[in-house]
């Protein structure tokens, strides 16, 4: 008899063999360990995940759960239909449980991460997400990231810093104004799991919050010169927070659903 961890790792041969597959017809080149990943699945979608990254999402994962649920419930009951932003997309962990939203605009700066965002986009079958390799800041350039601390990869936790070393990568940087620049969708609501970044990341955004006037979901808040140009445009910070994140909103435009 094949026991479990026999049969998952075949599975996970084979899908990891034709998405190789269809990374060399995108001519993305990426190598995959599979002794360094597991496959995993809750309620909303199968996920390959790097068990060297000891994270709490990845923990969730491993158990069949799903990481911060009362943030995905609530974008899922406030997207109005119209397009989202997650930030911070991590491995993708969020992505399945947006497939039924029309358009999602993905970011994750950290190639190891955005490789594994990538394969549980394709194996998903997401064509809703629009994924993309980059760090949303307030500037269009080079930026670098701490991803790892003392040979231990920090996944999700990878952040925003000044200083040049061995644990820290080169990410390229965009506004978000300036990605939005000729396509001006009608976004719905802005999610950042930034590490940090969250005042960079919407001081390049406030051409698209003013156009758009969408939910904003934080996991830290902005500085106070940001909080003030959004409290001018009527926006305020509901008085509940979603799994430690807080949510940004103009009362008189948004009738949240907190189901």
Not at 71 to 88: C, V
Not at 200 to 219: A, F, H, N, W, Y
Request: with cysteine; net charge negative.
């Amino acid at each position: 008899m094949f026991n479990n961890i026999f049969v998952k790792r075949i599975i996970i041969v084979l899908i990891i063999g034709i998405i190789v597959g269809i990374f060399v017809r995108l001519n993305y080149h990426e190598n995959i360990d599979i002794n360094m990943v597991s496959l995993e699945n809750n309620k909303y979608g199968k996920y390959i995940v790097p068990t060297h990254h000891n994270r709490p999402v990845t923990e969730s994962l491993k158990n069949g759960d799903v990481w911060e649920e009362n943030t995905i419930n609530f974008i899922l009951n406030n997207h109005n239909n119209l397009p989202i932003i997650t930030a911070g997309t991590y491995i993708g962990d969020f992505l399945p449980a947006f497939r039924k939203i029309p358009v999602v605009y993905a970011f994750e700066p950290v190639p190891e991460n955005y490789k594994y965002a990538l394969l549980n986009k394709i194996l998903n079958d997401l064509d809703n997400v629009n994924l993309e390799n980059l760090c949303l800041s307030d500037n269009n350039g080079k930026l670098r990231m701490v991803t790892s601390k003392n040979d231990i990869a920090l996944g999700g936790g990878s952040t925003v810093t000044s200083k040049v070393g061995n644990d820290t990568v080169e990410v390229t940087s965009v506004k978000l104004d300036d990605y939005f620049r000729k396509d001006k969708p009608n976004i719905g609501i802005i999610h950042l799991d930034v590490e940090n970044h969250e005042t960079e990341v919407l001081d390049g955004s406030m051409e698209t919050i003013e156009r758009c006037k969408p939910i904003i979901i934080v996991e830290t808040k902005p500085d106070v010169r940001v909080e003030n140009l959004l409290e001018k445009l009527g926006y305020k910070y509901y008085d509940k927070e979603l799994d430690a994140n807080k949510i940004l909103y103009i009362e008189s435009n948004h009738k949240l659903n907190m189901l």
